[in-house]
């Protein structure tokens, strides 16, 4: 089955600090890889997206994220967090193969303390 | 994109009741999907709506509990029947809208509390 596994459930940190938010997924084959993000009491957001090409992609908000494929990984980074940094970060992985559905990790809620 | 409206925004609800969540998207697309976040938890894909056809459901989900109606290429609902406290989360509807397989959106999501 496919599987997608966020390292950190809990992250805090100072404004400033950088982040790093790690993401493997548990198969092979060509896969679409995302990340959301879910601010306090709003909707969940697209940050950014891999579908093939470059693997280091740079999102909105000065996100960005690396895709290993060696590794299986797609970790978010951002060098620089800010107090509206703070949310619940979901990475997702899309197979054709699995009829196009997201496959969600557990997601990061992530303070940044001021 | 896509823009993605959910009604009711929440409700509260007494067991063995039903609710009707309604989707409405501000464009045609073909794949609709209806997604639950239990509380502190991640989402978890309920189902599959495809215009012209039967939702799709996944293992754990069944038909009977979660009917989903897709009228048309704008719209869906998805019915929570016969509600249990368990049943409390946040429903979403989602779309895949752009280009080639595209990227999908999400809704605000409604907010279900079951007493």
């Known amino acids: 089955a496919q599987s997608v596994s966020q390292h950190n459930h809990h992250v805090i940190l100072s404004e400033a600090a950088s982040l790093e938010l790690g993401c493997n997924y548990s198969?092979?084959?060509?896969?679409?890889l995302f990340w959301y993000v879910q601010y306090p009491g709003q909707h969940l957001q697209l940050l950014l997206k891999?579908?093939?090409?470059?693997?280091l992609v740079k999102g909105i908000k000065g996100f960005e994220a690396e895709f290993i494929k060696s590794k299986f990984s797609f970790n978010l980074r951002k060098p620089s967090v800010q107090w509206s940094d703070t949310a619940e970060y979901f990475c997702?992985?899309?197979?054709?193969?699995?009829?196009?559905?997201?496959?969600f990790g557990g997601g990061t809620r992530v303070l940044v303390k001021p | 994109s896509a823009v993605i409206s959910q009604k009711p925004s929440r409700d509260i609800c007494q067991r063995g009741t039903s609710l009707t969540i309604q989707c409405q998207v501000d464009?045609?697309?073909?794949?609709m999907f209806w997604y639950r976040q239990q509380p502190g938890q991640s989402l978890t894909l309920i189902a599959t709506a495809n215009q012209g056809s039967e939702a799709t459901y996944e293992s754990g989900f069944v038909i009977d509990k979660f009917p989903i109606s897709r009228p048309n290429l704008t719209f869906s609902t998805l019915t929570v029947s016969n509600m249990s406290p368990e049943d409390s989360s946040i429903y979403l509807c989602s779309v895949n809208a752009g280009q080639g397989v595209g990227t999908q959106y999400f809704g605000p999501g409604t907010r279900l509390l079951v007493l």
């Open positions: 464009s045609q697309v073909t794949m």
């Open positions: 891999y579908f093939s090409g470059d693997p």
């Open positions: 198969y092979g084959g060509t896969v679409n």
């Open positions: 997702a992985v899309r197979r054709k193969a699995a009829g196009n559905k997201l496959t």
